[in-house]
T-cell receptor, first 115, second 118 residues
Framework: EAGVAQSPRYKIIEKRQSVAFWCNPI?????LYWYQQILGQGPKLLIQ????????DSQLPKDRFSAERLKGVDSTLKIQPAKLEDSAVYLC?????????????FGNGTRLTVT | AQTVTQSQPEMSVQEAETVTLSCTYD???????LFWYKQPPSRQMILVIR??????QNATENRFSVNFQKAAKSFSLKISDSQLGDAAMYFC???????????????FGKGTKLSVIP
């Protein structure tokens, strides 16, 4: 099966600019996650979708970050305006269900550098 | 809030030898899931092994096994017969089981960088 696809692979922007990341989960996976991984740390969940509805966005900085999952398939994560501390790898993951026996499948991430 | 601590920022092992990576966690829950993920330079997080807290038997997956000590809140990963391809960052992760907002998020440690010496 095809894995989780993310683009772009790398992105460099200046602070106060906007940026968007795209994720295509594994076909049929109802649950989609966006994680932020700052250098030297483990990933942190930003938002979780179940189909096209938001399940958890408690750690999403809503003043500058937004995400959507139209039609319950692809998802985009946007940052506007970007800050220096947003420099990180943004990982998308998907799972068939949220059960223990339905592991998360991660994409290769987008490395964002804000200068 | 749950926390996951990996006290070894870096570890090294000789090829074909055995290495153990440490992980401790803090939770007030009685039932939960624990995971070890591997992250090679490609950045993709790959599930290595998982454990359900209510199961006393330690999980094993080929050369990978865990030592789960629930009372001590410890979840170490043992890699036997280490191979060059095992070199990567390893992350320990925790997940609650009961429903509710945030119940499916993984809480990760800061990771351990494993080097394999030929």
């Amino acid at each position: 099966e095809a894995g989780v696809a993310q683009s772009p692979r790398y992105k460099i922007i200046e602070k106060r600019q906007s940026v968007a990341f795209w994720c295509n989960p594994i076909s049929g996976h109802a649950t989609l996650y966006w994680y932020q991984q700052i250098l030297g740390q483990g990933p942190k969940l930003l938002i979780q979708f179940q189909n096209n509805g938001v399940v958890d966005d408690s750690q999403l900085p809503k003043d500058r970050f937004s995400a959507e999952r139209l039609k319950g398939v692809d998802s985009t994560l946007k940052i506007q305006p970007a800050k220096l501390e947003d420099s990180a790898v943004y990982l998308c993951a998907s799972s068939l269900t949220t059960g223990f026996n339905s592991p998360l499948h991660f994409g290769n991430g987008t490395r964002l550098t804000v200068t | 809030a749950q926390t996951v601590t990996q006290s070894q920022p870096e570890m090294s092992v000789q090829e074909a030898e055995t290495v153990t990576l440490s992980c401790t966690y803090d939770t007030s829950e009685s039932d939960y899931y624990l995971f070890w993920y591997k992250q090679p330079p490609s950045r993709q997080m790959i599930l290595v092994i998982r454990q359900e807290a209510y199961k006393q038997q330690n999980a094993t997956e080929n050369r990978f096994s865990v030592n789960f000590q629930k009372a001590a809140k410890s979840f170490s990963l043992k890699i036997s017969d280490s191979q060059l391809g095992d070199a990567a960052m390893y992350f320990c992760a925790y997940r609650r089981t009961r429903s509710g907002a945030g119940s499916y998020q993984l809480t990760f440690g800061k990771g351990t960088k494993l080097s394999v010496i030929p």
